[in-house]
């Protein structure tokens, strides 16, 4: 039986639905929501696509003040509410109830201030990631966070889940990237946390609203850190015989002080699958490959990677390849942020995210392939190999019940033995449902209690994005 359960749905809710429709239709103008059953099907999940749930109605404000709105109208009605950017989350973490009012921002698309002098841009939640660094690119800056799903994903989900991507080794994930957020409570209260300034007074309600999933409030704005772009930049492909010399060596890199901009990692199935889509010219001959990219001046980069290559050379690297031109370079790392499309074409997968010291990875890769082809399915890994990001693709056929639970079965045992040796349950991803009931694996009932008390101070009824993060203790993998 599957680990992820629902709650029981409030009945006296679903009974009163057309009213509460109503009462959202007096507040926001016909485009703004959306009623109908073929409509509100249309966000009934996420990229967790194997759990579905149709929501009692779906709003689409274009203001913080609508916004605001529509929580005091949930607060009153005693809705529960889901926060909603793109949909992108590989944990669940947007998926719906039938009892729930969706309040999704794509309308919020807006970037409202660059400030190339104090390096910030006030954007709203429903602006793409990419959109932001190809605004401020032609100026020299960018917007360091890139998850894979970039040019979908929007900042108020990269909020949400505390989403990191390929360069976050040397430039960190978006809490180390975030200034300031304008946040509406469920009472729809309005508060402007942070500012443009580096630091701001007080407590550091940035930090605890970032990576919160949806629980505490709705992010409306985001005030961003822009950095300037690096004076050059290169990936080298490096070919190895064994997943154990791959893993070795990006121990041995962080181990001698050498930071890369990105340095990801992929096994023999990850790299036939991504070549097969993007033709980047990876090596198909090899068991694990790694792109590694340093940046700087022309003598800077040369230096960095004369060590590196040094390091991989006591590691039996086999084969080595310099990007030679900046289109080599975007195909490279076409092929890498084409993983998880790319995989989707040769079959249904969970992706996985735990993440274990560095110097633990070549245990965890071989445990990983040990606990997959113990459940009869197939594994391909590609992650963040820097800093010990796990993502493994664990293939299975959704249409198949029994298989679907193994897959589910294999992905919480991974994510234990993360835990196990040292790591935690997520790196970027999210709790969300995937992981809720793994929970109790990474923290003792003090601490889940503490983490409660700190929610409850937002929300008391817990009716902002339910049933996810905290476990249900109804049904445990």
Same mark, same amino acid.
């Given at each position: 039986m599957s680990h992820i359960a629902f709650p029981r749905l409030d009945e006296t809710i679903l009974s009163r639905r057309g009213a509460i429709v109503e009462r959202l239709a007096a507040i926001l103008p016909p485009e703004c929501l959306i009623a109908d059953? /073929? !409509?509100?099907? +249309?966000?009934?999940? =996420?990229?967790?696509?194997?759990?579905?749930? %149709?929501?009692?109605a779906v709003a689409l404000p274009r203001s913080t003040e609508e916004v605001a709105r529509v929580m005091r109208l949930c607060r009153d009605e005693k809705v529960n509410v889901v926060p909603r950017g793109a949909g992108t989350s590989l944990s669940g973490g947007a998926i719906p109830q039938e009892d729930a009012v969706v309040v999704a921002l794509t309308?919020? /698309?807006?970037?409202?201030? %660059?400030? #190339? +002098? =104090?390096?910030?841009?006030? %954007?709203?939640? !429903? %602006?793409?990631? #990419? +959109?932001i660094s190809e605004a401020v690119g032609p100026e020299g800056f960018f917007y360091a966070p890139d998850p894979s799903s970039q040019l979908a994903c929007t900042i108020g989900g990269n909020i949400a889940m505390n989403s990191g991507g390929a360069h976050c080794l040397k430039y960190g994930v978006t809490t180390n990237n975030l200034l300031g957020a304008r946040l509406v409570t469920l009472d729809g209260e309005i508060l402007d946390i942070g500012g443009e300034a580096m630091d701001a007074p007080g407590y550091d309600l940035l930090g605890l609203v970032c990576g919160s999933e949806g629980q505490l409030g709705i992010v409306t704005e985001a005030i961003v850190r822009l950095i300037p772009l690096p004076e050059g930049a290169r990936p080298v492909l490096f070919g190895f015989d064994s997943v154990e010399d791959a893993s070795q060596c990006v121990a041995a890199i962080i181990g001698a002080g050498i930071v890369p901009v990105a340095m990801e990692y992929m096994d023999k199935p990850a790299i036939h699958i991504c070549e097969n889509f993007a033709h980047a010219g990876y090596p198909l001959d090899v068991e694990a490959m790694l792109i590694i990219e340093v940046e700087g001046s022309d003598a800077e980069i040369g230096a960095m990677l004369a060590r590196i290559g040094a390091i991989a050379k006591a590691h039996n690297v086999r084969t080595v390849r310099e990007s030679m031109s900046a289109m080599e370079s975007a195909q490279i790392w076409k092929g890498r942020k084409s993983a998880f499309g790319a995989t989707g074409r040769v079959a249904d997968y969970i992706c996985m995210d735990g993440t274990v010291p560095t110097s633990k990875l070549p245990e965890a890769l071989q445990r990983t392939g040990e606990i997959c082809a113990s459940f009869g399915l197939r594994v391909a890994n590609v992650f963040h190999a820097g800093d010990g990001n796990m993502h493994p693709l664990i293939l299975y056929n959704i249409n198949d019940d029994e298989e679907r639970v193994k897959a589910e079965e294999a992905g919480a045992a991974v994510l234990e033995m993360c835990v196990e040796l040292g790591g935690c349950l997520t790196g970027e991803h999210g709790v969300g449902i995937e992981k809720r009931e793994l929970m109790g694996r990474q923290f003792n009932d003090v601490e889940l209690a503490q983490q409660k008390r700190v929610r409850a101070a937002f929300d008391p009824e817990g009716r902002l994005n339910p049933a996810k993060v905290f476990p249900l203790g109804e049904r445990v993998a």
């Open positions: 059953e /073929s !409509g509100r099907r +249309a966000f009934e999940t =996420d990229a967790l696509t194997a759990y579905r749930r %149709v929501p009692l309308k919020m /698309s807006r970037i409202l201030e %660059v400030n #190339l +002098a =104090d390096r910030y841009a006030r %954007v709203e939640a !429903g %602006v793409t990631n #990419l +959109a």
